[in-house]
């Protein structure tokens, strides 16, 4: 899952992005509404973690932006956060588009909880809890199993587990899992996504039991034990 935080509070950006990349996420950052929309137009985030008062374009408005003509056209889940805690601005803020609304000051932990929350919502994309034959992965518990047997996962391995169990058979490129799994400091040139997959694959790996995870030469890779959707690449 991929975040853009958005606030002109450096530290508050800094400490949020932290905290949210030790849960797993792939954080990416901005400083204005500008460059908001800009990231946003590029990369498709599955939410983002937006400021109201901020110079130039405030948060309110690049909200509306992101509903009027959403990237891809699918409109990113949005947490909106201010110091502002009257009923009409969150009435407002609601009303532009945000499917939640923080005061600040706020603890991470909450922050953190809320963020789950809203990317277990959208029935569009993933529930809580994924099945891939005898893999299951709970995104609200961080837990993760094989044949009932729990799986010691770093949180970057579950987030790749995660971004595999949701396009069962499909071919993924390592481009697509930078893009994705990691964040816009993500150096393409390293072997990062290789090494990361390479010791998935082991802990996944069962006595007498066939590997999960395909490598497919030239392509990326596969996680095997369910079925593509139709049109999807082999």
Known sequence: MRILVVDDEAD???AIARGLRREGYAVDTAATGEEALAKAAWTPYDL???????PGIDGFDVCRVLRDDPPEGVAPRV????ARDTVEER????????????????????????VRSLLRRDPG???AVLEVGTL??????HHSQRGGRSLDLTAK???LLHYFMSRPGEVVSQEELLEHVWDEHADPFTN?????????RRKLAIDCEPGLIETVVGRGYRLLGGEPPEGAAR
């Open 12 to 14: 508050l950006v800094d």
């Open 48 to 54: 983002i973690c937006l400021d109201i008062t901020m």
């Open 79 to 82: 947490l909106m956060l201010t």
């Open 91 to 114: 009435i407002r803020g609601l009303d532009m588009g945000a499917d939640d609304y923080l005061v600040k000051p706020f603890a991470f932990d909450e922050l953190a909880a809320r």
């Open 125 to 127: 994309r993933s529930g």
């Open 136 to 141: 299951s992965l709970d995104t609200a518990r």
């Open 157 to 159: 391995e579950f987030a």
């Open 192 to 200: 990062t996504v290789r090494v990361t997959v390479g010791t998935l």
